[in-house]
């Protein structure tokens, strides 16, 4: 009897210990690895919430960098800023639709001695403010990009983006020095975009959602600044939690504090306690298992331990958020596993989402607003990697530059609305009279256009032309402006680089503006076909 009860005690003792090993193993794997590397995927978490948020910012900045881009480097503002042309710029930006259509609230021009040309400042609801931050020079002169700025780019155009304080309110500030349409030449002066960092702003930043971002400014800045998780331009991004919210913080141009942009940090699908109930609960039926059935221990829980730290050491090591460790169960770690899985589905969601509004930032950045075609950015790009490879080079090449004819006289006769939709007009009846898989259609500037022939000669160049002039011709668009045409016609300067020649796409541009000109002088709707390049 005293033997069993010695055996009694010596085996309550074992229990005893077996429970209190595991229950100290369970602790350790939770408190040295599990809660450590969940707390790093949320981490990661929130690091890609703020990449999100500056990713929005920036797609914004960059719309008013391209509309700025494509309005400032054109002859023909360079040559109205040259002369001080006031009306010109009023006539052809003060409209409630440019106002409204790139939403800004603010338009300036200034020549390059840093005098005010003309500008306008206007509400949303396109009211007319009296702004002094851009029409005193001591006020905006830190904002203009100087012409020796200008002449050390080596003459090519310029473009900053400043936050400051416009009548007490944040607001951000585009500046694009103005350049002639070829880029290079000493700067006219400087074309200003701004618009109030406001709850439109943020309603843009977070369409479907505008309760996710929110705008501090003011006393509140002190603290705030204090724990940023990240600067608007600046390269540093380490997550800090402050009053349940992620914060970036905005400085003006004399790096002051101007203002916050704040999300709410993602909610955390694990518990972060060192002990929950579920917790407990297992380690009662481990106990309860291990008196029976010790291999049961090993398969039930031992592996699926392993399971979750090799999976979570694999997405730690190589960022593929794809892995899942697909337990199945419904004990405590088979609880965390799922809360793993949900967790590590989150991130995989974030990296898709950042990815997809990456793309989406870079087609915006090739695409003309207005026509839907690829922009002067793209067409670049796009011969730049014509030029690099090879095997183009053995192959002939045709450009085609297309002016509309007399369409500033349209503009004065109908409006800028209407020769909007003339652009959109004329921009499809392109892409329509060519082929997509092998020529490049996009807008230029202003009324130009450029299409890249691929592996097209000299002959079918003049072909595509004959055709482009005669589709416009046949769309039949009523005109009826100065000297014009009864309907809308085109203009086309033709340049084709043989198949033994090397690829100058500078080269091709001049001599397809020299054709156009030729085509122009010889009384337009025609195209004219220059020497081989």
């Known amino acids: 009897m005293l033997l069993q009860s010695k055996l009694r005690k010596r085996l309550l003792l074992a229990v005893a210990a077996a429970f209190i090993c595991i229950f100290s193993l369970q602790a350790i794997i939770r408190y040295v690895w599990t809660l450590p590397q969940l707390d790093q995927l949320a981490h990661y978490n929130d690091k890609l919430d703020v990449q999100r948020v500056n990713s929005h910012i920036n797609q914004l900045i960059m719309l008013n960098k391209n509309f700025a881009y494509d309005n400032a480097v054109w002859d023909e503002s360079y040559l109205m800023a040259n002369t001080n042309n006031a009306q010109w710029f009023q006539d052809n930006y003060f409209t409630k639709q440019t106002f409204s259509h790139q939403i800004v609230n603010g338009i300036y021009f200034y020549n390059a001695k840093g005098e005010l040309i003309t500008g306008m400042s206007a509400s949303h609801h396109f009211e007319k403010m009296v702004t002094p931050e851009f029409t005193e020079p001591k006020l905006y002169n830190s904002l203009l990009i100087k012409p020796q700025d200008v002449e050390q780019n080596n003459f090519m155009p310029l473009v900053k983006v400043r936050f400051v304080d416009v009548l007490g309110r944040p607001a951000v500030v585009t500046s694009q020095s103005i350049a002639p349409t070829n880029e290079y030449g000493p700067s006219a002066g400087t074309m ?144 965390l596993g799922h809360l793993i899985d949900q967790l590590l589905s989150v991130v995989e969601h974030q ?43 053995q192959l002939p090449l045709s450009l085609l530059v297309i002016d509309i004819d007399f369409f500033k006289s349209f503009n004065d006769t109908f409006g800028h609305s209407q020769g ?7 921009a499809t009846a392109l892409v329509q009279l060519t082929h997509g898989a092998t020529d490049l259609v996009c807008r230029f500037g202003g009324e130009e256009f450029v299409v890249v022939l691929e592996n097209t000669d000299k002959d079918n160049a003049a072909h595509v032309a004959d055709n482009l002039c005669r589709g416009i011709a046949d769309l039949k668009i009523a005109h009826g402006g100065k000297n014009a045409a009864d309907y809308v016609t085109i203009s086309i300067g033709v340049a084709t680089k043989e198949a033994t020649a090397a690829i100058d796409t500078q080269k091709l541009f001049e001599l397809a503006d020299e054709a156009l000109y030729q085509a122009k002088h010889q009384g337009r709707n025609r195209f004219i076909t220059a020497k081989v390049a």
């Open 351 to 393: 990296q898709q989402t950042l990815h997809q509004q990456n793309e989406r930032l870079e087609q915006l950045s090739n695409t003309d607003p207005l026509t839907g075609l690829a922009n002067r950015r793209y067409l670049d790009s796009y011969l730049d990697t014509l030029s690099s490879h090879k095997a183009n080079q």
């Open 420 to 426: 909007d939709r003339v652009l959109k007009q004329v």
């Open 192 to 335: 200003l975009l701004w618009r109030y960092a406001d709850e439109q702003f943020t309603e843009l930043l977070a369409p479907y959602d505008k309760d996710d971002i929110e705008i501090h400014k003011g006393l509140e800045l002190a603290n705030i600044f204090k724990h940023l998780s990240s600067e608007l331009g600046s390269d540093s991004n380490d997550p800090i939690v402050y009053k349940g919210r992620l914060f970036i913080g905005v400085r003006d141009v004399y790096g002051n504090p101007l203002l916050a942009f704040s999300i709410v940090q993602s909610p955390r699908l694990y518990n972060q306690e060192m002990f929950d109930v579920s917790m407990l609960a297992g380690l009662l039926m481990a106990m309860s298992i291990l008196l029976l059935f010790y291999w049961f221990i090993s398969v039930r829980m031992i592996q699926p331990v392993i399971k979750m730290l090799k999976t979570v050491s694999y997405v730690s090591l190589t960022n593929d958020y794809s892995l899942r460790t697909k337990l199945s169960g419904s004990s405590e770690l088979h609880r």
